[in-house]
């Protein structure tokens, strides 16, 4: 059996129609548990973001969402876009839409408890995570570790390769770049930065985010601006297609289902419980800050920067679509030839911006993804520190290390497809096992908002003084009482 049947077979059981439902379902269960947070919310979020400051043991509320965006806003916001729509066909940008609002509020939730459970590594470091609150709050040490495994395969091994491929793909587009000169940069540039510790990831990803996603906003509105005509009609094969009411996609409303949910948590991260490692790295008055800020970084992930790249594609029609019964087979095929992924974006803009946008794009994605593996790394890593029981061992750490840019140079030279998949089965494992943990451990998470809520009312700034029998083993806030 082939490399890319054996791929395809995992991720038919790791993605199947129940991991998609129970995304939905959980993100659904957890809005309405909150009394929708993702929106009465909005607010707080909008205000909590650029306050706080950086402390001796953890980085502040903005480092910890730009370490978080970091993840979240890489390719998976250019090509993964690309691919749900060649895929799963326009409607399954509704159907991201939808993940996106109800996952904000299990992203709140797991960041919530990422920050109950937080404890100090060797160093005295803020570390935290699904590993840890399964293990703390659950006491189920055996199903911590098999959570922090999956992290280490899925963010250590098999996702940033979807990165770095992308990198490549793009470069050779733009500028026929060999791929083993662009890789052998990647894996330079990428080890001078991991060999620097969180602050230094923490400190580029501060600097890097935010003018990548406002750079690539402000073209994505040229371009819009340039095919104003063709916005109605965008907006409404989008709708058309999602509930199979339009004639060339309506068999499509599963696969546009699966495709928007997949490509959504890979690209927003909401249940998977990546985002959580950051969110524990926070110096914070209060757990609930960092949930509130964290939950907001979704909204800008899907509904700003995954929307902008489905504008770009969908408004100048420079997209393919397969058949899902045939998936060799073009349903429409608006640029034949055409690989699924960044050269969708690519091209795009090269209709609208002749001579600037395959180079535009591929200058884009660099940012983009060099930011998604530092912050994937950083996923990684900590729970790396997790299962040697937060001691920094040097030997461990440097194989880590080596491991994590050996799998990452694989990928990057590898197709695109086996690539993906790869990271589409790393992404549905840690989702797998942390929203049960989620559903299992949602009562302080709800207990920590009641508190921050009680504060609020009575016009106080919100101080995390927990009750040892309503959260209990939140070793790091006891202390700080």
Same mark, same amino acid.
Request: aromatic share 10%.
């Given at each position: 059996?082939?490399?890319?049947?054996?791929?395809?077979?995992?991720?038919?059981?790791?993605?199947?129609?129940?991991?998609?439902?129970?995304?939905?379902?959980?993100?659904?269960?957890?809005?309405?548990?909150?009394?929708?947070?993702?929106?009465?919310?909005?607010?707080?979020?909008?205000?909590?973001?650029?306050?706080?400051?950086?402390?001796?043991?953890?980085?502040?509320?903005?480092? &910890?969402?730009?370490?978080?965006?970091?993840?979240? %806003? *890489?390719?998976?916001?250019? /090509?993964? =876009?690309? +691919? !749900?729509?060649?895929?799963?066909?326009?409607?399954?940008?509704?159907?991201?839409?939808?993940?996106?609002?109800?996952?904000?509020?299990?992203?709140?939730?797991?960041?919530?408890?990422?920050?109950?459970?937080?404890?100090?590594?060797?160093?005295?470091?803020?570390?935290?995570?699904?590993?840890?609150?399964?293990?703390?709050?659950?006491?189920?040490?055996?199903?911590?570790?098999?959570?922090?495994?999956?992290?280490?395969?899925?963010?250590?091994?098999?996702?940033?390769?979807?990165?770095?491929?992308?990198?490549?793909?793009?470069?050779?587009?733009?500028?026929?770049?060999?791929?083993?000169?662009?890789?052998?940069?990647?894996?330079?540039?990428?080890?001078?930065?991991?060999?620097?510790?969180?602050?230094?990831?923490?400190?580029? &990803?501060?600097?890097?985010?935010?003018?990548?996603? %406002? *750079?690539?906003?402000?073209? /994505?509105? =040229?371009? +819009? !601006?340039?095919?104003?005509?063709?916005?109605?009609?965008?907006?409404?094969?989008?709708?058309?297609?999602?509930?199979?009411?339009?004639?060339?996609?309506?068999?499509?409303?599963?696969?546009?289902?699966?495709?928007?949910?997949?490509?959504?948590?890979?690209?927003?991260?909401?249940?998977?419980?990546?985002?959580?490692?950051?969110?524990?790295?926070?110096?914070?008055?209060?757990?609930?800050?960092?949930?509130?800020?964290?939950?907001?970084?979704?909204?800008?992930?899907?509904?700003?920067?995954?929307?902008?790249?489905?504008?770009?594609?969908?408004?100048?029609?420079?997209?393919?679509?397969?058949?899902?019964?045939?998936?060799?087979?073009?349903?429409?095929?608006?640029?034949?030839?055409?690989?699924?992924?960044?050269?969708?974006?690519?091209?795009?803009?090269?209709?609208?911006?002749?001579?600037?946008?395959?180079?535009?794009?591929?200058?884009?994605?660099?940012?983009?993804?060099?930011?998604?593996?530092?912050?994937?790394?950083?996923?990684?890593?900590?729970?790396?520190?997790?299962?040697?029981?937060?001691?920094?061992?040097?030997?461990?750490?440097?194989?880590?290390?080596?491991?994590?840019?050996?799998?990452?140079?694989?990928?990057?030279?590898?197709?695109?497809?086996?690539?993906?998949?790869?990271?589409?089965?790393?992404?549905?494992?840690?989702?797998?096992?942390?929203?049960?943990?989620?559903?299992?451990?949602?009562?302080?998470?709800?207990?920590?908002?009641?508190?921050?809520?009680?504060?609020?009312?009575?016009?106080?700034?919100?101080?995390?003084?927990?009750?040892?029998?309503?959260?209990?083993?939140?070793?790091?806030?006891?202390?700080?009482?």
């Amino acid at each position: 059996m082939t490399l890319e049947k054996t791929v395809a077979q995992l991720l038919g059981i790791v993605w199947s129609p129940a991991l998609v439902g129970l995304c939905l379902l959980v993100g659904l269960y957890f809005s309405v548990r909150t009394r929708f947070i993702q929106l009465r919310g909005l607010p707080e979020m909008l205000k909590l973001m650029f306050q706080g400051r950086s402390s001796a043991a953890g980085v502040s509320s903005f480092q &910890a969402l730009s370490l978080s965006l970091s993840s979240r %806003v *890489g390719v998976g916001n250019i /090509a993964g =876009v690309a +691919m !749900a729509i060649a895929y799963g066909g326009p409607g399954a940008i509704f159907w991201m839409w939808i993940v996106a609002f109800l996952g904000a509020s299990s992203a709140f939730v797991e960041s919530t408890l990422a920050q109950i459970y937080k404890q100090r590594d060797s160093k005295g470091m803020y570390r935290g995570g699904p590993a840890y609150y399964i293990e703390k709050g659950l006491g189920k040490r055996w199903y911590a570790v098999l959570f922090a495994i999956s992290t280490v395969i899925g963010c250590g091994m098999l996702l940033p390769g979807t990165q770095s491929n992308a990198i490549v793909s793009a470069l050779d587009e733009a500028w026929a770049v060999p791929g083993w000169i662009t890789a052998a940069c990647i894996g330079t540039v990428v080890a001078m930065v991991i060999f620097g510790g969180v602050r230094r990831i923490a400190q580029v &990803a501060q600097v890097i985010v935010p003018f990548m996603a %406002v *750079g690539y906003l402000l073209v /994505a509105a =040229v371009v +819009m !601006a340039l095919n104003l005509d063709a916005v109605p009609e965008m907006f409404a094969i989008i709708l058309r297609s999602a509930f199979g009411q339009d004639a060339a996609f309506g068999a499509m409303i599963g696969t546009a289902i699966q495709w928007g949910v997949r490509r959504g948590v890979m690209s927003n991260e909401a249940g998977m419980g990546s985002g959580a490692h950051p969110a524990a790295a926070a110096e914070v008055s209060h757990p609930v800050k960092q949930g509130l800020v964290q939950a907001c970084s979704v909204y800008i992930d899907t509904m700003v920067v995954c929307s902008a790249t489905a504008f770009l594609i969908l408004s100048t029609g420079a997209y393919n679509v397969y058949d899902p019964s045939l998936p060799s087979q073009l349903m429409v095929a608006n640029v034949p030839g055409l690989e699924a992924g960044p050269r969708f974006v690519q091209q795009a803009v090269e209709s609208a911006l002749p001579g600037f946008g395959r180079s535009f794009i591929a200058l884009a994605i660099i940012p983009f993804a060099f930011t998604t593996i530092l912050a994937l790394y950083y996923t990684a890593e900590t729970n790396v520190v997790y299962m040697v029981r937060n001691r920094h061992s040097p030997v461990v750490m440097a194989l880590f290390r080596c491991g994590f840019i050996g799998a990452m140079l694989y990928s990057a030279l590898n197709t695109a497809e086996v690539a993906w998949s790869l990271g589409d089965i790393g992404v549905g494992l840690m989702t797998w096992l942390n929203v049960i943990a989620l559903l299992l451990l949602q009562k302080p998470a709800f207990a920590a908002l009641r508190d921050y809520e009680a504060s609020r009312g009575k016009g106080q700034d919100p101080v995390f003084r927990p009750d040892p029998h309503t959260v209990p083993s939140c070793t790091v806030w006891v202390g700080a009482r």
